[in-house]
Each structure stands twice: as structure tokens, then as C-alpha cells.
């Protein structure tokens, strides 16, 4: 049945309270089905950015299009101390796609990428905000260009790197944003993957890969020649994330020496010798924050279950204690601060909502509202996100985060023998974590419990179970997902008959690989923009990913080492064991994923004469972004797993 037009059945009991209105249990009321543009429309306002100088507000709103669809464009408005106040200004006007993020370069100029159709040759834009002038700072035909400083103690330039000039590399220049002049500043000498500035702004490492060898680059100033710093294999890394005040130490994440990535103080004279700032008890360290007014460095991140900070800064600590006050039962992050760092964009959510964004006042101690992100979703209807965890068939820890439909969806106050998607992750080489996701929220609300599963080769969980999932796409990587099946299964959660599986890029490929090698396993599957054959996917990676395919090879696998095992754990080759109905969505213009990795695995279903839905958006790249297409695809997606795993079927309780 479709879901958005379902009729709940309650028993008679049930039936008879919901007549009389009172005394109703929570587990039986009526839990109308959520409309889906109402999870996946794209905010009223959001994307809060407020100016280095603390005088105005941006974000980005949707403006309606002539054709009747909504592109999110740049709006701002001054601010009388924290309070947003005056005309409402909008500054853009792009009708293809919609301005994706936004960042104040200065008090005057806002900057933010570009792409065309999805293809993600992002060019750089600056607006001005007194004048309205919209430049791209960046022009020319497949040309992929971001900032890499923006220079906030010089109001008239930015470094950005772009790959004009090779497109396998990428080059820094420095922008004129009154003329859009570049000048060269720093030309990559082959291999240089990554470029960091110090605290004054001028290029003083590189990172360069040469097949399995790493080699950070060190010069102690612009005029001097790159000399190596540190060389090591790819699986060790050292990542550099800002200098201190004096240009002498260097602040990196690194793993050398260790299974997890730690925050480490190297003096430059002293490359081999790291002095461990802080690290984290049992995961990688995430990331880490300078504050260039106070000159230090004020927190550190890392996830576990959830996210955790550790503050090196009382002042910056109790900053937070007064806005997390303000803002109990969610967590909070700072998305924009003013240049004195006195106001801040503050985003306070849960897991079963995107929450809200306000403007806080250090000074005055003050928060205010600024906007609910998605006022039509309410919160307590929502479920909650649990981190789960369970044992590998080799011992491995794998965890993950379950989210159960309410009993008011389920109609029903036990949530057992249930339909169940299982939600792989992209990358691979990432990891799902807990908060609000709108596609969780969505599957529960229609009745399926979802299992996020953070298999073997997700980062943050440090080197020895990263590398475990080097070579195992299709398989153990593969194990870990399939016995997350089997553990929702023993615990009595997942109905064996009623268990689909969805999942983009990685994930996609994660799809097809469950219903080609584990054909029985699941009785839908939906795959968005997922890799099929591992063999041809290699060959149709952008040119800027060059320099790190030997890496790629070996992580994943070599065509020609490997090519066997390539062969044997690509799905696509094997169309001939898959049985399970499936969904195929893909955008035209995907630099990562190739369109031809849908064509195939689709037309050789379709000689089969298996159930395949094939939806391709020819605006889009490696996912779509415009709402109108996330409307069809989450539709098709519906009606798709609706048909096939009957969530809501009363025979099936």
C-alpha cells in the first residue's frame, strides 16, 4: 500500500478510546503519515552566517522560481546589537541551483562556491554587500577552484587553489576582490594533494603524495626553497592544522606511533619529536580550534557515541557552559563568529530534531532566536537515535546508531518483528554519527526501523580498524553490514522477510553488493549513486583524485594486481544472482560516480527481467541537491519499500 495514504487499523479497544478522545495510550493514537516535503524541503531560513564585524546577518532562504521551483538564495539584513533590524536585502538571484553555504570574508563581502549541474567544478563567488555585485572570482570551463585562507587581516585579497592550470592539480593564487586579478603565488610541483598557511597567511607546508609515500613539506618562508619535513607511508598521517603565533610550531592530528589520531605540538626545528597536547580515550581525535584573537588554541573535538570537546581555554569553556545553559536538552555548535569573537551563530539540536539557530551576545550574555530550522516536524513525534553495538563473525566492535518507529506510528506499543532498512554509509572512509538526520526520521515515520552501521574501514575508530577494510569491499566490509541484519534479527527486532537495504556512493555500491552476494538477505533495496563495478569505476574518477590512485589501489584494489578479486566483488558482474526488486537513482552530471555505473548494473537487470526502477535527474551530480528532485526521489523510495516490506501491514504484527 502507499504509505502517504494509509488507513490505520486499531483494535477494537484502541478504536473504540480513539472515539472518545480521552485517556487515549500515546502507543494508539492516530500518527498521521508526515508529509515528505515537510522532511526534505529546504528551510525557510537557515545557513546563519553573521559578518566579521557583528553589523549584519546573512543566510540563505528559497526564492520562487518562475517554473514553480524554490532556489535557495543569499539575503541580509544589519544588526543593532544583536538584534536584526531594516530591510531585508536579497543579494543573489541563481535560478539553477541553490547557493549552497556562505562565509563573510570581511564586513563588506560575502564569498561562497558555485557548481554547475551537480558537476562539482565549484568556482569561487564573492558578493558585495553594499553594492550588490556579484563576481566569480574564479571563471573558465571546468575549472574547480576554493579558498584556501581568507585572510582576515587583509580585506582586499583571499588565497585560493584551483586546478586552471592542470586539472590534476591544484595551484594556490592570491585574488584581488576588487578586480578579480590572481596572481600565482604557490605552483604545485606535482603530487602537492594539500597547502597550509600560517597565522599571517603565507604558504609554508604542502602535502605531497608520491604512490604510497606521504612527504609533509616545510619552508620557514615564502622566499625559501620546500625542504621534506616528515615522509611516511600513507597509513600514517600527519596532518597539519594551523601554526601558533610565531610561526615555529606546528599544531598537527597525527597517528604516527599510534593506533589513534592524537593532537600533537611539533616544534619545526624537531620534525620527528611530538609532544601530545590531548587525545581521545578510545576514538580519533576529530578536529581542533585556534582562536586568533586570544593566539591559542582553545578546544579539541572527538566522536564516540556522541560528540565531545575538551577546552584548553577557561574563558572559551565557560562561553560555552552559558550557551549549552541557554539550550538544555540539545546539543549546540558554533557555525559563524564575529572577528572580536563576541557573537556567535550557535545551531542547538537532538537527534530528533534539526532544532534551532541563534545569535548569542558573549558580552551581554544574551540569546536570541533567529529560526526554528524546520517548524513543520515536531520533535516529540520524532524518534530516538540509539548507539548501538555488536560483534563481527570475526570479533570485531562494530558500532552503529538504531533508530525504532514510535509506537504511535506502529499503532502498537511493542516494537518487535518489524520492517527494517539498513542505512550503509558513503565514503567509505567516514562514519554516520548521532544527531538529526531528516532520511532516519523519514523511514521511521513510516514505520521501518533503520540500523546506521559503522563497518569495518570507518574512520574515527583509529588505523588498525580503518586498515581492516583495506581490500574488503564485498567482503568482510560486506560481513559487517550483513551481520548487523542478523543481530537485528536475533534480537528480535528485524522481521527476516521484511529487511530492505538503501544506501549513496558507498552505500549504493554496499546495495548492490548485499543483493548480489547475500541474494537473500533482503526483499528491497534502494541504490543512489552507488559504484557497480569496481573496475570501471577506477577508470572514471575525476582528474584531481589522480595523484592518490596508487593509494585508492591499495586500499580498494589494483585493476591489474587485483583484478580477479575486482571482478569477483563487483556487483555488476554479477547480475545474474540478484532477485531482490530494486531502485536505482542517479544524477547525469556525477563526477564521482559515473553515470555508467547505474547504466550498467540497470540494463543488465532489465535483460534479466528483474524488477529495477531506474530515476535519473540530469541537473544533478553525486546526490541531488534541488528539493524538487529529493521530493521524487524520496517518493519513489515510499511507494518502493512500502511495496515490498509492508511496514505497516497488520498481518505482519
Wanted: proline share 6%; hydrophobic share 40%; glycine share 8%.
Amino acid at each position: 500500500m502507499n504509505v502517504r495514504r494509509f488507513v490505520r487499523v486499531l483494535s477494537p479497544i484502541a478504536a473504540a478510546l480513539a472515539c472518545l478522545g480521552a485517556g487515549l495510550p500515546a502507543w494508539a493514537q492516530q500518527a498521521a503519515a508526515i508529509p515528505i516535503k515537510d522532511f526534505f524541503s529546504q528551510p525557510e531560513r537557515g545557513h546563519f552566517r553573521v559578518s566579521t564585524d557583528g553589523r549584519q546577518l546573512a543566510w540563505i532562504a528559497p526564492v520562487a522560481q518562475p517554473d514553480g521551483t524554490r532556489r535557495g538564495n543569499v539575503f541580509v539584513q544589519a544588526l543593532s546589537g544583536s538584534t536584526p533590524t531594516g530591510p531585508v536585502r536579497l543579494l543573489t538571484h541563481e535560478t539553477a541551483r541553490d547557493v549552497p553555504d556562505i562565509g563573510w570574508k570581511s564586513g563588506r563581502t560575502i564569498l561562497f562556491g558555485k557548481d554547475f549541474g551537480g558537476d562539482e567544478n565549484f568556482h569561487v563567488v564573492a558578493i558585495d554587500t553594499v553594492t550588490g555585485k556579484v563576481t566569480d572570482l574564479t571563471p573558465g570551463d571546468k575549472i574547480r577552484a576554493e579558498v584556501l585562507d581568507d585572510l582576515p587581516d587583509d580585506p582586499d585579497h583571499i588565497l585560493v587553489q584551483s586546478n586552471k592550470r592542470n586539472p590534476e592539480l591544484f595551484d594556490v593564487y592570491k585574488v584581488d576582490l576588487r578586480t578579480g586579478a590572481q596572481t600565482l603565488v604557490a605552483e604545485n610541483p606535482g603530487g602537492v594533494v594539500g597547502w597550509v598557511t600560517d597565522q599571517q597567511g603565507r604558504i609554508r607546508m604542502a602535502t605531497k603524495v608520491e604512490g604510497l609515500t606521504t612527504t609533509l613539506l616545510y619552508r620557514a618562508d615564502e622566499k625559501s626553497a620546500w625542504t621534506t619535513f616528515a615522509s611516511t607511508d600513507y597509513k600514517t598521517e600527519i596532518a597539519p592544522q594551523f601554526f601558533d603565533t610565531t610561526g615555529r610550531k606546528l599544531y598537527a592530528i597525527s597517528n604516527r606511533g599510534r593506533d589513534k589520531k592524537a593532537l600533537v605540538l611539533i616544534d619545526v626545528s624537531k620534525p620527528d619529536a611530538e609532544q601530545v597536547v590531548f587525545e581521545a580515550p578510545d576514538v580519533d581525535l576529530a578536529g581542533a580550534v585556534w582562536s586568533r584573537k586570544l593566539k591559542k588554541l582553545t578546544r579539541a573535538e572527538y566522536v564516540d557515541d556522541r560528540t565531545s570537546r575538551k577546552f584548553f581555554d577557561a574563558g572559551t569553556e565557560r562561553t560555552w557552559q552559558r550557551m549549552g545553559a541557554k539550550l538544555a536538552g540539545y546539543d549546540i555548535l558554533v557555525q559563524s563568529a564575529t572577528k572580536d569573537e563576541d557573537k556567535f551563530i550557535v545551531a542547538a539540536f537532538n537527534d530528533r530534531t534539526e532544532g534551532a539557530r541563534y545569535l548569542y551576545d558573549a558580552r551581554a550574555d544574551t540569546l536570541g532566536k533567529l529560526a526554528v530550522i524546520n517548524p513543520k516536524i515536531a520533535e516529540d513525534a520524532m524518534a530516538p537515535m540509539t548507539p548501538v553495538q555488536y560483534k563481527s563473525r570475526d570479533g570485531l566492535t562494530i558500532h552503529g546508531y538504531l533508530t525504532l518507529p514510535t509506537a504511535a506510528v506502529l499503532g502498537r506499543p511493542d516494537r518487535k518483528n518489524l520492517a527494517c532498512v539498513v542505512n550503509p554509509h558513503g565514503g567509505p572512509w567516514a562514519r554516520d554519527a548521532w544527531g538529526y538526520n531528516p532520511e532516519v526520521q523519514f523511514l521511521a515515520s513510516r514505520g521501518y526501523c533503520v540500523l546506521q552501521v559503522n563497518f569495518r574501514s570507518s574512520t574515527g575508530y583509529g588505523r588498525q580498524f580503518w586498515e581492516a577494510g583495506f581490500g574488503q569491499w564485498g567482503l568482510k566490509m560486506q560481513d559487517d553490514v550483513t551481520d548487523g541484519v542478523k543481530w537485528l534479527v536475533a534480537q528480535g527486532i528485524a522481521d527476516p522477510k521484511r529487511v530492505g537495504i538503501y544506501g549513496g556512493s558507498y552505500g549504493g555500491y554496499a546495495t548492490l553488493a548485499g543483493v548480489a552476494f547475500t541474494p537473500d538477505l533482503y526483499a528491497a533495496a534502494v541504490d543512489y549513486v552507488g559504484v557497480s563495478n569496481l573496475l570501471t569505476f577506477m577508470n572514471t574518477v575525476p582528474p584531481y583524485w589522480r595523484p592518490q590512485l596508487p593509494q585508492f589501489h591499495d586500499m580498494v584494489g589494483d585493476p591489474v594486481r587485483d583484478k580477479a578479486r575486482l571482478e569477483a566483488t563487483s556487483p555488476a558482474l554479477h547480475a545474474d544472482r540478484i532477485v531482490t526488486p530494486l531502485l536505482v537513482a542517479q544524477g547525469a552530471n556525477d563526477p564521482r560516480v559515473n553515470k555508467a555505473e547505474s547504466d550498467q548494473m540497470v540494463d543488465a537487470l532489465k535483460k534479466r527481467g528483474v524488477d529495477v526502477q531506474y530515476m535519473v535527474k540530469d541537473n544533478e551530480g553525486h546526490g541531488f541537491h534541488n528539493e524538487e528532485n529529493q521530493f521524487d526521489f524520496y517518493g519513489a523510495m515510499e511507494t518502493f519499500f512500502s511495496e515490498h516490506l509492508k511496514p505497516l501491514d497488520v498481518a505482519a504484527k
